[in-house]
């Protein structure tokens, strides 16, 4: 699996083992993870195809351990403002929607990877 240097996300080589093993179940041939990031109780995961959710003890977790989404038009990303500490990463797909929260520790790291999947969707597009 190879990234794209960024100095706030997680090196591929850092996620954790049980992350890992949930990605080689869903990742297409020659997919490739641009970003990692830590949050409250999974991992955010950017490829150059998909923003993925690897909630913590995914293998337990068969409907909702994983959710991936392709980095389309369809899909959008934001965030919500830290309060206490804490602010979320809100994904939003096809009438659905599901967030994350994120620690004001990995906030910034959170944010790049929500800027990433934007440039990734619109390209050079504002907005």
């Known amino acids: 699996?190879?990234?794209d240097s960024n100095d706030h996300?997680?090196?591929v080589e850092a996620i954790p083992e049980a992350t890992e093993l949930a990605l080689q179940s869903v990742l297409q041939p020659a997919e490739q993870i641009i970003q990692v990031v830590e949050v409250v109780g999974c991992s955010l995961v950017v490829t150059d195809r998909h923003l993925i959710v690897v909630r913590a003890g995914a293998a337990h977790r068969p409907r909702s351990g994983v959710?991936?989404?392709?980095?389309?038009?369809?899909?959008?990303?934001?965030?919500?403002?830290?309060?206490?500490?804490t602010g979320r990463v809100v994904i939003e797909h096809?009438?659905?929607?599901?967030?994350?929260?994120?620690?004001?520790?990995?906030w910034a790291a959170a944010e790049v990877l929500v800027m990433e999947t934007h440039r990734r969707i619109h390209g050079s597009d504002p907005g």
């Open 1 to 3: 699996m190879a990234q």
């Open 9 to 11: 996300s997680e090196p």
């Open 67 to 85: 959710q991936l989404w392709p980095l389309d038009r369809t899909l959008t990303v934001h965030t919500t403002p830290v309060l206490h500490g």
């Open 94 to 106: 096809g009438g659905r929607t599901t967030s994350v929260f994120v620690s004001s520790a990995q």
